[in-house]
C-alpha cells in the first residue's frame, strides 16, 4: 500500500472520529425555522458546487483528445481566469442590484451554456464557454454567499450560527468533490471526455428550477448603477481597514490556492533517474485525501470557534498554511514529506472557508456584499494569470505562494488588532 492509499485511508479513520466529536462536543443548534433555512440554502449550495466539480477532472483531457496544443490548453484556461477577473466586479454589482436570487439563476444558464459549448471541436467556441465559465465562478464566488448572509441577518438568527453553515457547507462540498470526481470517471470511461459536461448540465438545470420555487428575493443597494456601486465598494474599502484587510487575505491565500491546484502534481511527481521520464500518481486517491483533509479542518474549525474567535486563530491558521507550502522548496522529491505539507495545506484550507465567510458576515455591507467580494476577485485571479504567463521554475512559484501566504498572515494580525481594539472601545463604551 503507497503512501497516498495509507494517506487516504488514515485521514479518513481521522475525520470520522472528529466529525463525531464534534457532534457530542458541541451544542446542537435546535431551533427548526433555522435548520430549515440551512437546508434550503445547502441543497442548492452543493448543487451549484457539484456542477463545478462535475467539470474540473476532464476539462484539460477533453481538450487535448480534440487535438489542442499546449500553447491553445494554456490560453483557455488562463481565459477562464481573465474572464473572472474582468467581469467579477460588474456581475458583483448587477448582484447587489438586481438581486442576488437573479444571478444565482444567471449562474445556472451561463455555465450550462458552457457545458454545451464542450460538444464543439472549435476553439474559438470552446474559448466562449471559458469566459462564460469566468462569469460564472464570479457569481458562483459571491451571489450564493450574499444571498444566504443576507437572509440570515433578516431573519434574526444567531451571529455564531452563521459559521456553523460555513462550516457544514465545507463539510458538504468535500463530499460532493469526491462523488463528483467518481461518477465523472464513471461517465468519462462509459461515454466519453464530454460526458460528464452534460451530467454537469444537467444537475445545474435541477439547481436552477429548486432556486426558482425555494429563494425569495433579496437586493444589495437598488439605487446606484453598478460604476455608482462600484464606487461605493472603493469608498467602504478606503474607509474601513477591516473589510481592505479582509480583502487581502481573501486574494492573498485563494491566490495560493489555486497556483497549489495546479502545481501539486508536478511537485509530488517523481522522476525516473535513468529516463527522466514522469511517473504516474495515483491522482484519485491524492484528490480524495486532499478533500477529507478540507473536511477535517471545517471541524477543526467548528472546535475553534468553541474556545476562541475567528480573527485570532486563522492568525495560526495562516502561518501554518505558509510553512506547509515551504516542503516542496526544502524537501524536493521526498514524496512523504511534500505529501503531508500538502495535507496540511488543505486542512487549512478547510479552516480558512468559513472562517472568512463568518468574518465577511461581520464586516461586509450587505448592500455592497456582492461586489466587494468580487472586487478581490480581480488581484485574486490577477495573481493566478500573472504566475500561469511567466513560465516560471516549481520552486519559484512555491516560493511566491509561501510570501502571499506571509503577507495573509501580517494582514490577519492587523485585522485582529482592529477587531481587539474595537472590541475594547464597546466594552468601556457599556462600562460607562
Not at 425569495?216 to 462600484?230: A, I, M, P
Request: hydrophobic share 50%; net charge neutral.
Amino acid at each position: 500500500m503507497n503512501i497516498f492509499i495509507s494517506g487516504f485511508a488514515l485521514l479518513s479513520v481521522l475525520c470520522a472520529v472528529l466529525f463525531i466529536y464534534t457532534r457530542t462536543a458541541l451544542t446542537t443548534i435546535s431551533d427548526a425555522a433555522f435548520k430549515n433555512f440551512q437546508r434550503v440554502y445547502l441543497v442548492v449550495y452543493l448543487l451549484a458546487m457539484a456542477g463545478d466539480w462535475l467539470q474540473g477532472p476532464h476539462v484539460y483531457a477533453l481538450y487535448d483528445s480534440y487535438g489542442m496544443s499546449s500553447h491553445q490548453i494554456e490560453v483557455l484556461f488562463v481565459a477562464g481566469f481573465g474572464s473572472s477577473m474582468i467581469f467579477g466586479t460588474v456581475v458583483g454589482s448587477f448582484a447587489d442590484r438586481y438581486g442576488r436570487r437573479a444571478n444565482t439563476i444567471v449562474y445556472g444558464i451561463l455555465y450550462g451554456g458552457a457545458c454545451i459549448t464542450k460538444h464543439f471541436n472549435n476553439f474559438y467556441i470552446l474559448m466562449l464557454g471559458r469566459l462564460l465559465g469566468g462569469i460564472a465562478t464570479s457569481i458562483l464566488y459571491s451571489a450564493f454567499e450574499s444571498w444566504m448572509i443576507y437572509e440570515h441577518h433578516k431573519r434574526g438568527f444567531d451571529q455564531e450560527s452563521l459559521g456553523n453553515i460555513f462550516s457544514n457547507a465545507v463539510l458538504g462540498n468535500s463530499l460532493v468533490a469526491i462523488l463528483a470526481g467518481l461518477v465523472a470517471q464513471t461517465f468519462a470511461d462509459n461515454f466519453g471526455f464530454v460526458a460528464p459536461f452534460d451530467v454537469s448540465l444537467a444537475v445545474l438545470t435541477l439547481m436552477t428550477i429548486i432556486i426558482v420555487f425555494t429563494w425569495s428575493e433579496n437586493f444589495g443597494d437598488k439605487t446606484g448603477n453598478w460604476k455608482q456601486n462600484f464606487s461605493n465598494a472603493l469608498s467602504a474599502i478606503r474607509n474601513d481597514t477591516k473589510i481592505l484587510c479582509l480583502g487581502l487575505i481573501q486574494s492573498l491565500f485563494e491566490g495560493s490556492m489555486y497556483i497549489f491546484v495546479l502545481e501539486w502534481t508536478p511537485a509530488l511527481t517523481p522522476k525516473s533517474t535513468s529516463t527522466e521520464k514522469q511517473e504516474s500518481i495515483p491522482h484519485g486517491h491524492i484528490f480524495a485525501a486532499f478533500m477529507v483533509s478540507i473536511m477535517i479542518g471545517s471541524s477543526i474549525f467548528k472546535l475553534l470557534s468553541k474556545y476562541t474567535n475567528v480573527e485570532s486563530f486563522m492568525r495560526i491558521v495562516l502561518f501554518t498554511a505558509a510553512v506547509s507550502l515551504t516542503t516542496p522548496i526544502i524537501f524536493k522529491g521526498n514524496q512523504v514529506v511534500v505529501f503531508a505539507g500538502f495535507l496540511v495545506f488543505e486542512c487549512c484550507v478547510g479552516i480558512f472557508w468559513p472562517s472568512l465567510g463568518q468574518m465577511r458576515g461581520k464586516y461586509v455591507p450587505d448592500d455592497l456584499r456582492s461586489t466587494i467580494m468580487n472586487f478581490f476577485r480581480v488581484p485574486l485571479n490577477m495573481i493566478v494569470v500573472v504566475i500561469l504567463l511567466q513560465n516560471l521554475q516549481m520552486k519559484v512559484i512555491f516560493e511566491c505562494c509561501v510570501a502571499f501566504l506571509m503577507l495573509a498572515t501580517v494582514c490577519q494580525q492587523w485585522l485582529f488588532s482592529m477587531a481587539k481594539e474595537q472590541t475594547t472601545t464597546q466594552r468601556g463604551i457599556i462600562h460607562a
